[in-house]
């Protein structure tokens, strides 16, 4: 079936440095692609999409290209701030394999000042 | 617009009571579907609804269950408290089933079971 494998964390960068947080995934069919994201005490939110191959969901300086030929939807940031500090989750849409969608186990990232 | 709002926030049970926790999606959403989250597992897909049907269920005991009201309303129901139902259960509404258009998702329903 459908799965989704995230990098395990938490990673933990200072302020401004570069993130990247892997994801790869695994699909019988072509589903759309997202990232959520989680704040302590909150639901999650949707951070950013993409629903085909080569599409670049973007937002709030996060980016994320689908990438069909890896398997990968990795999600980028160039400069971090402690507001960032969360839990993301990379997801699956639904595809002609699986009418359930699929969240990976997510990443914690934690921003020192 | 407003987002999904579950209530309660927070709930205390005793083992073997049952609970109902409820979910008001955005307004113009149909699709509602609930998750459990735990540390140990994850995000895990209870159930779907859209147009007040059962569209998809997860892999969890009948003591789960749900529905949906005509005004797309959604609550879901645990009977029989076990200690392992202590969670945070999440609420997710769409625009239409299937989830390829994204999730909004409320703030969970904290259920602990003591």
């Not at chain 1, 030929?69 to 400069?79: M, R, V």
């Not at chain 2, 699709?31 to 995000?43: A, E, K, M, N, R």
């Not at chain 2, 797309?72 to 129901?77: C, L």
Request: aromatic share 12%; proline share 4%.
């Amino acid at each position: 079936g459908d799965s989704v494998t995230q990098m395990e964390g938490p990673v933990t960068l200072s302020e401004e440095a570069f993130l990247t947080i892997n994801c790869t995934y695994t699909a019988t069919g072509y589903p759309s692609l997202f990232w959520y994201v989680q704040y302590p005490g909150e639901g999650l939110q949707l951070l950013l999409k993409a629903t085909k191959a080569d599409d670049k969901g973007s937002n709030k300086g996060f980016e994320a290209t689908y990438r069909k030929e890896t398997t990968s939807f990795h999600l980028e940031k160039g400069s971090v701030q402690v507001s960032d500090s969360a839990v993301y989750f990379c997801a699956l849409g639904t595809s002609g394999g699986s009418y359930i969608p699929t969240f990976g186990r997510g990443t914690s990232l934690i921003v020192h000042p | 617009k407003a987002g999904v709002t579950q209530t309660p926030r927070y709930l205390i049970k005793t083992r073997g009571q049952q609970v109902t926790l409820s979910c008001s999606p955005i307004s113009g959403h149909r699709s509602v579907s609930w998750y459990q989250q735990t540390p140990g597992q994850g995000l895990q897909f209870l159930f779907e609804y859209f147009s007040e049907t059962q569209r998809n269920k997860g892999n969890f005991p009948g003591r789960f269950s749900g529905r949906q009201f005509s005004n797309s309303r959604s609550e879901m129901n645990v009977s029989t408290l076990e200690l392992g139902d202590s969670a945070l259960y999440l609420c997710a509404s769409s625009a239409a089933p299937g989830a390829n258009y994204g999730y909004t998702f409320g703030s969970g329903t904290r259920l602990t079971v003591v």
